[in-house]
């Protein structure tokens, strides 16, 4: 089957770093995408991870152990406007499905 | 910026009509894929296609959803009877398969739906 889980919510301070987890236990893999979804609107694509190790994309980096099922987003010097949730998504290879997780609500304090 | 374009953006129904939900994919993509969000159960998959075969929609209720493509540029979503519970943000998505390995999908802005 398929299984994706990661934490309901997180809170973190403006300025601070914060690590979003995502396990997943899925049929096939063809990559890890992290989403970013404001509040009433559609989810936006931040970053892609298909072989083990670190991807830096500015202030958001996200990482990949396949041999553990597990992922992490990474996000530095925390704004306001990244209070959003954050959806993890494994594509499967074989049928190149992409599977959701439930997300994590972050909620940036001032 | 090319973009997935779903209509209607917000739709109010009373139970028991026919709900017709499109999406225009980006020009160029070959799958796309039907997305149910709630509160309670996040993204839910209801049907995706490549190259406008449907691969899998064992996700939908099929005694009353229905999802076509009846060209490359356009994807439809039916609900018939549609029914309280049916109430939800509908997303289209759009991307390229197995050759692009890392191409992400691409959301519509969504189809707001409540049933009355």
């Known amino acids: 089957g398929q299984n994706i889980d990661q934490p309901t919510e997180m809170t973190a301070t403006e300025g601070a770093i914060v690590q979003i987890n995502c396990t997943y236990q899925?049929?096939?893999?063809?990559?890890l995408f992290w989403y970013q979804q404001h509040a009433g609107e559609a989810p936006t694509f931040l970053s892609y991870?298909?072989?083990?190790g670190l991807e830096e994309k500015g202030r958001f980096s996200s990482f990949l152990s396949r041999s553990k099922g597990y992922s992490y987003l990474l996000l530095k010097e925390l704004q306001m406007k990244d209070s959003a949730s954050y959806l993890c998504?494994?594509?499967?290879?074989?049928?190149?499905?992409?599977?959701f997780g439930p997300g994590t609500r972050l909620s940036v304090l001032p | 910026d090319a973009r997935v374009t779903q209509t209607p953006r917000h739709k109010v129904t009373e139970m028991g009509q026919e709900v017709t939900m499109r999406c225009q994919p980006i020009?160029?993509?070959?799958?796309v894929f039907w997305y149910r969000q709630t509160m309670m159960q996040g993204l839910e998959l209801l049907a995706y296609?490549?190259?406008?075969?449907?691969?899998?929609d064992s996700g939908m209720p099929k005694d009353r959803f229905s999802a076509e493509m009846p060209d490359a540029t356009l994807a439809t979503l039916k609900i018939q009877p549609s029914e309280p519970r049916d109430s939800a943000v509908y997303f289209c998505?759009?991307?390229?398969?197995?050759?692009?390995?890392?191409?992400?999908?691409?959301f519509g802005n969504g189809t707001r739906l409540t049933v009355t």
């Open positions: 991870n298909v072989l083990d």
């Open positions: 998505a759009s991307g390229l398969s197995q050759d692009r390995a890392n191409s992400p999908l691409h």
């Open positions: 296609f490549r190259n406008r075969a449907p691969l899998d």
């Open positions: 020009l160029g993509h070959n799958t």
């Open positions: 998504a494994v594509r499967d290879s074989y049928g190149q499905n992409f599977v």
């Open positions: 899925t049929s096939g893999f063809n990559g």
